[in-house]
Nanobody
Framework: QVQLAESGGGLVQAGGSLRLSCTDS????????MAWVRQAPGKDREFVAG????????YYADSVKGRFAISRDDAKNTVYLQMNSLKPEDTAVYYC?????????????????WGQGTQVTVSS
């Protein structure tokens, strides 16, 4: 069973940084591809970044390339999203998502498991 819990959200000024964490309390974290997906008020969910279950493939939305970095630590059952140079348009609820043994990821990937989300607010 996959149970995802996000943390690290908050209020930050434009240009600042935050690091989000997502921890899986299950036993087979290393078998899962992981992703971060966000949803701004009044908008659809938007894929942000993903990492394959093997850790050797990553994918980023064009809007965050060069500013965000996803990484995973299988020993800690945790995936991270380092967010730098934040902009007001990055304001959203950020969700962690997982899918079993997925190697190739893109913006249209359908994810199986979801966390509850963490709010990120970037002030101008």
């Amino acid at each position: 069973q996959v149970q995802l819990a996000e943390s690290g959200g908050g209020l930050v000024q434009a240009g600042g940084s935050l690091r989000l964490s997502c921890t899986d309390s299950g036993r087979t974290f290393s078998d899962y591809a992981m992703a971060w997906v966000r949803q701004a008020p009044g908008k659809d969910r938007e894929f942000v970044a993903g990492v394959s279950w093997s850790g050797d493939n990553t994918y980023y939305a064009d809007s965050v390339k060069g500013r965000f970095a996803i990484s995973r630590d299988d020993a800690k059952n945790t995936v991270y999203l380092q967010m730098n140079s934040l902009k007001p348009e990055d304001t959203a609820v950020y969700y962690c998502a997982a899918r079993l043994r997925l190697r190739l990821i893109d913006k249209d990937t359908r994810w199986t498991y979801w966390g509850q989300g963490t709010q990120v607010t970037v002030s101008s």
